[in-house]
C-alpha cells in the first residue's frame, strides 16, 4: 500500500480548536465493506432491492479492478428467509431466526454471486461464528481462507452463521463482526453503510441542532456518549454498534468510516468527498498486530531454531520447520511460542502453525516430507512472517 495522502477537512466540532485530517477511499489497499439488512432488503416485500445492490456491485467492481482487495460482510439472510417462510413481522424465537437464516442464506448468497458476476468477480462465502473470530486456532483458519480467496482475486462475502449461533455465543450484529473480520484480515480500511451519514453529537431525529461530525481522531467518552440505539427491526445495530466496531478497528491499525447507503453508488459517493464520518488509527494492521503477538499473547512452548533459521528470520523470512532443533512445552497450532537461537536468546515469539505433537515429529525435515510424516498436508511454514515478532539482531 502506498504511503497515505491526506486531504485537510474540517474541525470535528465547532467548539473545538482542532483540524483532523481525513483520508481518501482510493488510498487504501484491502478494504471491507459492511452492508445492513435495512439497506439491502426491502422490508416491506421481503425482497433484496436489486438495483441499490447492481450500484453497489459497480463500486466493488470499480476498487477491484484499481487493484484493492475487497471484502464484503453482508446482512439480509433472516430478513429474506422470514419472508419465503412467511413468518410474521416482529421478532422471532430463536428456532424461526436460525430455520429464516437457513433458507434466507442460499438466497443471499446467490443474489451476491449474481451481482458480482457482473462485474466479472468471483465470490466465495464464508460464514462465521463467534468462536472462528476469537479461539485462535479456528482465527487462523479464517485468517487463511479470507488470504487465499483474495489471492485469487475473489471477493468473500461473510455473514455470521445465524442457523447455529444462540444469543450465547453471538455476535448480535454485523457491525462488531465486519470490525473482526477487518482486524483478522489485516484491512486498512472497514466501511460501514448505514442509514445514517455518519456520527453526530446527537441522535439527528431527536435534537434537531445536532452536528455532524467528519473526523473522529479518537474515540472517547464522550464520542462513546453520542451514539443512540438501534434504528429498525431488520437492523439488530445502531449507531452505539458502530462506536463499537470503531474501537475494535482502530485498536488494530484499521480506519473505519462510516456513510449513508441511501442512493445508488454509495461508494463512489464517499470517494467523491460525500458526508461521512471517518475514524482515524495511528497504528497500522501490521504494526498493531505485532505488538498483539509480542505483547498480550502468553507464550505456550519454545521453540530452538539453528544459527541459519534466525539469519533467516533476521532477513525477514518465515520459520520452516528444518530450521528448529528442538521444542519445548505442550501447545496447540494458533498458541504463541518463544522463538530462541542455538545460545538460548530469545529472538521473537510468534503463533505456531502445528500443535506441539505435530511439531516434534517434523522439526529439522525438509517441507516437502511433511505430508509423508504426519499423513496430511500441513503449512509450509512452522511460524509465518505474518504471525512472527523479532528483535533487533
Known amino acids: ?16 480548536a482542532v483540524t483532523a485530517k481525513t483520508p481518501a477511499l482510493a488510498d487504501f489497499r484491502r478494504i471491507v465493506i459492511k452492508v445492513g439488512s435495512a439497506l439491502l432488503v426491502d422490508s416491506d416485500r421481503g425482497k433484496v432491492r436489486l ?14 479492478r484499481q487493484g484493492k482487495e475487497i471484502m464484503v460482510v453482508s446482512s439480509g439472510a433472516i430478513a429474506l428467509g422470514r419472508t419465503v417462510l412467511g413468518l410474521a413481522k416482529g421478532p422471532l424465537k430463536l428456532e424461526d431466526s436460525q430455520a429464516a437464516a437457513a433458507v434466507g442464506q442460499i438466497a443471499l448468497a446467490r443474489t451476491w454471486a449474481q451481482a458480482l458476476a457482473h462485474e466479472e468477480i468471483t465470490a466465495g462465502q464464508i460464514l462465521l461464528t463467534l468462536g472462528d473470530t476469537e479461539e485462535r486456532r479456528r482465527y487462523l483458519n ?16 461473510i455473514n455470521e452463521n445465524d442457523t447455529v449461533a444462540t444469543t450465547e455465543i453471538r455476535y448480535g450484529d454485523n457491525d462488531r463482526l465486519a470490525a473482526r473480520v477487518a482486524t483478522m484480515a489485516s484491512a486498512d480500511l472497514l466501511v460501514l453503510l448505514s442509514d445514517i ?8 431525529a431527536q435534537d434537531p441542532l445536532a ?22 427491526e431488520l437492523s439488530r445495530g445502531g449507531m452505539r454498534t458502530k462506536i463499537e466496531a470503531g474501537k475494535i478497528a482502530t485498536s488494530a491499525g484499521t480506519h473505519m468510516v462510516i456513510a449513508s447507503g ?38 505456550r512452548g519454545v521453540l530452538h531454531l539453528d544459527a541459519g533459521a534466525v539469519a533467516a528470520l533476521r532477513r525477514g523470512a518465515s520459520l520452516l520447520p528444518a530450521g528448529v532443533i528442538r521444542i519445548e512445552g505442550l501447545f496447540e497450532r494458533g498458541d504463541a511460542v518463544l522463538l ?22 517434523i522439526i529439522g525435515r525438509g517441507t516437502a516430507e511433511i505430508e509423508a510424516i504426519l499423513g496430511l498436508a500441513g503449512r509450509a511454514e512452522m511460524v509465518h512472517r505474518d504471525d512472527m515478532v523479532v528483535g533487533a539482531g
Request: hydrophobic fraction near 40%; include cysteine.
Open 197 to 204: 451519514d455518519g456520527l453526530y453529537t446527537a441522535p439527528p
Open 211 to 232: 452536528q455532524h461530525i467528519p473526523v473522529v481522531p479518537r474515540i472517547t467518552a464522550a464520542i462513546e456518549g453520542m451514539a443512540g440505539a438501534a434504528g429498525s
Open 1 to 16: 500500500m502506498r504511503r497515505l495522502e491526506y486531504r485537510d477537512g474540517p474541525a470535528p466540532l465547532k467548539s473545538r
Open 51 to 64: 438495483a441499490w445492490l447492481t450500484a453497489l456491485a459497480e463500486d466493488i467492481g470499480a476498487l477491484h
Open 262 to 299: 441511501h442512493g445508488k453508488n454509495p461508494l463512489r459517493a464517499v470517494q467523491d468527498g460525500g458526508r461521512c464520518t471517518w475514524f482515524l488509527t495511528g497504528a497500522t494492521p501490521a504494526r498493531a498486530r505485532k505488538a498483539w503477538i509480542g505483547g498480550a499473547l502468553e507464550p
Open 340 to 361: 530462541r537461537g542455538p545460545d538460548g536468546a530469545e529472538i521473537g515469539r510468534g503463533l505456531v502453525a502445528y500443535d506441539s505433537d505435530h511439531a516434534e515429529r
Open 142 to 157: 479464517a485468517r487463511s481462507t479470507l488470504a487465499r480467496l483474495m489471492e485469487y482475486r475473489a471477493v468473500p462475502v
